[in-house]
């Protein structure tokens, strides 16, 4: 076992993209649905990129102690929840305040035009 390299980018693709980033994802569409803070999302992911490092560790013998791969893990998560958060409250706010927001993108709304 190497101690600063991971040994296939299949395995980060799969765990930390696809498995993590989709709970991640769904986690941000959960806090957005309740109505919490965006802030959240960020802090809720720092304990699942701890899970998630250790899940490399304990199932494909990967470095459990490294600062490198806890940001890079951490970072695809803050992003798979932001933009579950993200997409979750441009729906609210279209949907639960049609006279007031029009959809302006998948990521944004904007004051509906008067008249």
């Given at each position: 076992?190497?101690?600063?390299?991971?040994d296939?980018?299949?395995?980060?693709?799969?765990?930390?993209?696809?498995?993590?980033?989709g709970?991640?994802?769904?986690?941000?569409?959960?806090l957005?649905s309740?109505?919490?803070p965006?802030w959240?999302?960020?802090?809720?992911?720092i304990?699942?990129g701890l899970?998630?490092?250790?899940?490399?560790?304990?199932?494909?013998?990967?470095?459990?102690l490294?600062?490198h791969?806890?940001?890079?893990?951490?970072?695809?998560?803050?992003?798979?929840?932001?933009?579950?958060?993200?997409?979750?409250?441009?729906?609210?706010?279209?949907?639960?305040?049609?006279?007031?927001?029009?959809?302006?993108?998948?990521?944004?709304?904007?004051?509906?035009?008067?008249?």
């Open positions: 076992m190497s101690l600063f390299v991971e296939s980018p299949w395995i980060f693709l799969i765990m930390t993209v696809i498995i993590g980033g709970a991640a994802f769904l986690a941000g569409r959960g957005a309740k109505w919490r965006i959240m999302a960020v802090a809720y992911m304990p699942m899970a998630l490092r250790f899940f490399h560790y304990a199932l494909f013998d990967g470095v459990l490294s600062l791969y806890f940001i890079t893990d951490t970072l695809v998560l803050v992003t798979g929840a932001l933009l579950g958060y993200r997409l979750t409250r441009v729906r609210q706010m279209v949907s639960q305040y049609p006279w007031l927001y029009e959809r302006s993108g998948p990521l944004s709304w904007r004051n509906r035009a008067a008249g």
